[in-house]
């Protein structure tokens, strides 16, 4: 075959599912821009009405390579965020804090999930998605984890839910921590520590003040610099419990990960010019939507309604714990008075 045709060949029975992927995510892009509203639950929504073309036909091949291959790139360069002499600013008592802060509100999850009949790997989910960062690791996290019938249907769940959460929590967080009379630099931190997403994080920030707004910021990227540590401990586990046998020999560090630390790493010896890094930044959230997109097309609206009060009760009380935790930790320890 002609080194030409190679490309062709492997891209044409893709093109008609990505096609329909990036322009159910440029829709999305639009509406969430037009209606300042997030476009993760656009890109979710629209998809779903797609559904049926997910049945056996042109799209399917395409849609599972977004779902799948898109969706682990769009988290690779999600480490193009992260500088380590940024995340220093955070010291090691707040470092301390906030990884104590992740492992309990998985641990939460852990304990709240069997209580109302839900299995490890949504505790998992939605407790990795709300202790680091929102729908990025709800996605980061399913890519690792062994898969079943439900996974696909618990990872839009989770992106819904944490994604609604994070927009309530953009509102009401600043609120809150400004009458319970914290600092600024304490109500970027609790900002930073609490809520799940990152542009909502960003946007309660600066709601505050610049100060509070940059020290959100540089906060929820260390949580964001916590994943591939966080995915690397759930490797291990499930290689010593034998729980991933199903899918075979799981990688220590798969090569989505080995990009985001490369580009961490990369972006702390270097100091790349500020429109390359917006530009990565851009693609990532690019795929990332695309590959919510394509997960939405997977999903029935049926399926997804079918899941029970009880998921929205464990993501609820993750999100709770969280929120108690941080503010208690950050009263007793007076950081950032």
Known sequence: MPLLERPRAFLMPLAPGLLLAVTIA???????????APVMLFALLIGMAFNFLHED??????????????????????????????????GLTGAG??????????????????????????????GGAVAICGASAALAIAAVIPHNDKTERNTLF?????TTLSTVAMVLYPLLFGGLGFSELQQGFLIGA??????QVVGAGFS??????????????FRVAMLPVVLIAVVLVLRATGAGAGQGKIALLPWFMVLF???????????????????????????????????GVKTSIKALTAVGGGHL?????????????????????????
């Open 261 to 295: 630390l490369a580009l961490v790493g990369f972006g702390s010896v270097v100091e790349l010019p500020a429109a390359l890094v917006a530009q990565v930044d851009t693609l990532s959230r690019a795929c990332l939507i695309t590959a919510i997109a394509a997960l």
């Open 194 to 199: 609490t809520i799940h997403d990152v542009a």
């Open 57 to 90: 036909g042109p799209c399917r091949a395409g849609i599972e390579f977004s779902s799948k291959f898109v969706l682990r790139l769009g988290v690779g360069l999600l480490g193009i965020r992260i500088a380590l002499d940024d995340l220093a600013q955070i």
């Open 26 to 36: 440029g829709a999305a892009a639009f509406l969430g821009a037009e209606y300042d």
């Open 313 to 337: 009760v464990v993501v609820v009380a993750e999100t709770l714990a969280l929120l108690a935790l941080a503010m208690a930790a950050l009263h007793l320890l007076g950081l950032f008075g």
């Open 208 to 221: 505050v003040s610049d100060r509070a707004g940059e020290m959100a910021t540089l906060t929820k990227l």
């Open 97 to 126: 804090l906030l990884a104590g802060l992740i492992v309990l509100t998985i641990a939460t999850g852990f304990i709240a999930a069997p209580l109302l009949g839900r299995q490890w790997r949504f505790a998992l989910l939605t």
């Open 158 to 162: 989770t992106v819904i839910a944490v």
